[in-house]
């Protein structure tokens, strides 16, 4: 799955599978083979931090 440049879309995409499918960042990031620094900080720089004990970016 190609992940949206949008990062609105993007911070969707990624909370909604985390929620679904994947019980870290890391085994999300693995299986889809992205990035984690990468994805963290196109995140970071639209303003949502990930919480791990929460399992979600916000």
């Keep these: 799955m190609?992940?949206?440049?949008?990062?609105?879309?993007l911070f969707s995409v990624i909370n909604m599978k985390l929620r679904d499918n994947y019980s870290s960042?890391?085994?999300l990031c693995d299986d889809m083979h992205?990035?984690?620094s990468s994805l963290i900080n196109k995140l970071k720089d639209a303003?949502?931090?990930y919480s791990e004990e929460h399992n979600k970016f916000w």
């Design 2 to 9: 190609e992940l949206p440049n949008d990062p609105m879309m």
């Design 34 to 36: 992205i990035n984690k």
């Design 47 to 49: 303003g949502f931090e």
């Design 25 to 27: 960042l890391d085994k």
